[in-house]
């Protein structure tokens, strides 16, 4: 009986330890798409020149609804090691009635391979100001936020988010390293991004070449899904159905329409010059 009894112990402990060890492999794997995820690394293309751009959105294609202006290699003293680029912009016409919305992003990277270091965002809307700034570390982000009050001006400070995650990009750095892929017809290259306040990961997909807006262009497919902060799995982002980007094909590969369909409808913001 003492035997039997010592017999079931050992079978009961075997089998607890098992159990363990299962749930503990299960909860340290990692979400499939993290695996899809490149390094950074110097494009094909030749570093980006000192370049400005300037676009007017729209809906539909018909009622203006914003600007916009790209700077990339921005000059500037105190930042002779790092590779800068600026959007900035504003709600114009009948946007700026219902939604004024005023936005400056600053992005700094290391040359070449457009590794983001720091990403500076300031936005200002009817009620508040915005500013994030996100650190972009070997493997992991970290964010900040302060929302100033426009009537009160107090200010809150949000607490410090840090997202563990290696290779994620900025909203100018995942441009700038998307140009340096080859970019063939068929190809797919997956980014994780950390835009402003919560991780993304992107597919975009090459659709193939084509002429528009008086441009030779490469046509792109844009989708996007949310990342579960806790979890890191992949959720809808139900305010981007889909994207349709065109850029130049060519050694600079800049923008040159961007077409979104989101909740509020179908948002375009087009190239309009180019210096």
């Known amino acids: 009986m003492r ?15 098992c159990t363990i060890a299962s749930f503990s492999s299960i909860a340290s794997a990692e979400p499939a798409w993290k695996k ?15 370049q400005k751009l300037d676009y007017v959105m729209s809906w539909n294609g018909k009622l203006n609804s914003g600007r916009l202006t790209m700077i990339f290699d921005k000059e500037g003293a105190h930042y002779k090691n790092l590779y800068v680029s600026q959007a900035y912009g504003r709600s114009t016409g009948l946007a700026s009635l219902l939604f004024p919305f005023v936005f400056n992003y600053t992005s700094f990277t290391k040359p070449g391979s457009y590794e983001p270091v720091v990403f ?39 607490p410090k988010k840090v997202f563990k995650q290696r290779n994620t990009h900025d909203p100018l750095s995942a441009m700038l390293y998307l140009r340096g892929r080859e970019l063939k017809n068929g190809q797919v290259v997956n980014l994780c991004l950390f835009p402003f306040r919560s991780a993304q990961y992107a597919q975009v997909t090459v659709l193939g070449r084509e002429k528009h807006n008086g441009y030779a262009c490469i046509k792109l497919d844009l989708r996007i899904r949310n990342v ?33 369909k989101v909740f509020i409808g179908d948002v375009r913001t087009v190239l309009k010059k180019r210096g």
């Open 3 to 17: 035997n039997t009894q010592s017999r079931t112990v050992v079978v009961l402990a075997t089998l607890l330890s």
């Open 36 to 50: 899809t995820i490149p390094a950074f690394s110097a494009g094909k293309q030749p570093a980006l020149k000192p």
């Open 120 to 158: 500076v965002s300031e936005e200002t809307d009817k009620e508040d100001t915005t500013r994030i700034e996100n650190k972009y570390q070997k493997s992991s982000t970290s964010h900040s936020r302060t929302i100033t009050d426009k009537k009160t001006s107090k200010v809150e400070k949000k």
């Open 228 to 260: 579960d902060y806790d979890t890191h799995e992949l959720k809808e982002y139900k305010k981007l159905k889909k994207a349709t980007i065109w850029i130049t094909d060519d050694e600079d590969r800049i923008l040159v329409e961007l077409r979104s």
